[in-house]
């Protein structure tokens, strides 16, 4: 059985929920949620397009891994993580040895109906959005893998759905 205070991280692309379920996980599991790129824009009191803008991607990834190493460090907490968070060698050590890791897992399709919409993300402001999430899937599906303790299936699946398979996996660990 897992100990209250250990962490739970939602890794994954965007679109996958990692946001919704993290919610709705921690509600369940009565614990504290926060979502880093919302840390990150509390922090900057700016968008992440905005940081994106201004500082560049490699600007936006130094202040990911600041705010995933001071939130990885606390206990008892649900964590969702951008989805480029696991390029980072120093981030993936922080999660795989500070918590539990989830890697949740949607198909290129669904991704994109999750997110063509969403102004809200610089990588994907491109003529080619369903092509762009192939790719960054390609490069980023083997790491999220590496770095996970359990991967759940998303496609098709409600939150609530979702949430049940993650309670039922920690119970198992």
Do not use: W
Not at 8 to 17: K, N, S, T
């Amino acid at each position: 059985m897992m100990k209250q205070s250990t962490n739970i991280f939602l890794v994954g692309p965007m679109g996958a929920g990692k946001t919704s379920v993290g919610r709705q996980l921690a509600k369940a599991l009565k614990r504290d949620f926060v979502d880093s790129d919302k840390e990150i824009e509390e922090r900057t009191g700016v968008n992440i397009p905005t940081i994106f803008d201004i500082e560049g991607e490699k600007g936006f990834r130094s202040r990911e891994s600041l705010v995933i190493d001071e939130l990885s460090q606390r206990t008892g907490l649900v964590l969702a993580t951008g989805g480029g968070a696991v390029l980072a060698q120093a981030n993936r050590v922080a999660l795989q040895s500070r918590g539990i890791v989830i890697y949740l897992h949607g198909s290129i399709e669904q991704l994109y109906q999750r997110t063509h919409r969403d102004r809200n993300r610089p990588l994907l402001q491109t003529d080619n959005p369903k092509q762009r999430i192939a790719e960054l899937l390609e490069q980023r599906d083997p790491i999220y893998r590496e770095v996970s303790d359990h991967i759940i299936e998303t496609d098709g699946q409600t939150v609530r759905k979702v949430v049940t398979e993650i309670m039922q996996k920690l119970s198992e660990d």
